[in-house]
């Protein structure tokens, strides 16, 4: 039997529609020897990896805005009674019990939901949809957006968002500037902001959505629930066509090892999502879990209302300390300010030689700020003890 090797033409000439061909280390290589990255997209050879940041578990870690409680005890239990059975088959029974129940709570219609493996694949299923950009966002953004952007080929246009009197403020003048003015096929607004805490008024998200009904207006509700400030605007898609909003059960509920979300939309654009997700893509215990999790509503709720006066305590006791700031925030976390970059590499240090990881937030354009997740009373009393020593400590120098 003789084996026949097609061998491509060599294109002497380099064609604006194929991309260079690039060696395993990524350098372009000779168009005579193409090898298998050259049919990577371009966009995606030359970004960034999207990194999170290190988590060392040997250390308690308020790093990357994790819940620090165990799951509920209804979550416990539904995985002991597990079917070890149900993990053989493809699952959409449990799927669609858990679609309908988040209808339910979001008061919306099981249309609206499309589930997806975290929000942060919602986020990349949504983009993957976009016939094209720009994209507006905010000033200061999570770079996993600026990411899926640049993957894409996405322009990006920024809107303002300004530090007044201990919060940050989205500016809504800047965001009614830049819709004029760059036309985006996607608005983004996070509710609350990461990292800042802040909250756009409902007016502004809403009246966005209403004066732009050729964009996208997208809600990022990642960190929804903690604050009674923060009003959802997830059924509000029944209203405005042009309205996404993404929710996780990464945060509130403390699940983001689970890897659940969803995005709820019109469903005319929920339909769309739909056909472009994957077939299967949540799995059947993670349903299970997030299931148990809605079961647990009363538990997370006590939960956040601790929370939320713990971090009222924790920012009390920074900004007594002289030259810090804690910023007002909706999240899990909050922003405290230092002097300078100097002094929040050195807060930081000191924090971690106490044995908690907080987060600079330099990536952000912020490098005298430290992000800091809300853990347990005693973690946070840990921390404001390790910044009050290091602050003593560098003033009596
Ligand atoms: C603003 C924001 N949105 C979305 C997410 C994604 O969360 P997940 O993919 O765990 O649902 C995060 C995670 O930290 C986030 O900070």
Redesign the pocket.
Known sequence: MSVIHHRRPVNKTSSPSRPRAMDDSGSAASSRHPTHLGVIREEIRRIERYDPPFADRSVTNLS??EHYAPPSSQIQEALCNLDPMRLVTYDTEVAERLRARIAAREGVSIENIVLCP??????QLLFSCLAGGPLLVPSIC?S?YLNLARLHGFPVARYDLQERAGEFQVEPASVAAALERDRPTLLLF?QP??PTGALAPVELVLGSAEGARGTLVLV?E??HGFSPAAVSVAREVLTHPNLIV?K????YFGL?GI???YLVASAPVAEQLGKAASPFSVPFVSSLVALAALDSEAHYRALAVEMMAVKDAFARRVDAIPGLRAYRSHGNFLLVELPDADAAARAEADILAAGVAVRSARAYGLPSFLRISLGAAETMDRVATALERSEARHAAR
């Open positions: 990357l805005n975290g929000s942060s694949s919602g986020l999570w996993y996070i902001h990461m990022d990642a960190y993404s996780t059960f990464s945060k983001a890897r659940m979300g």
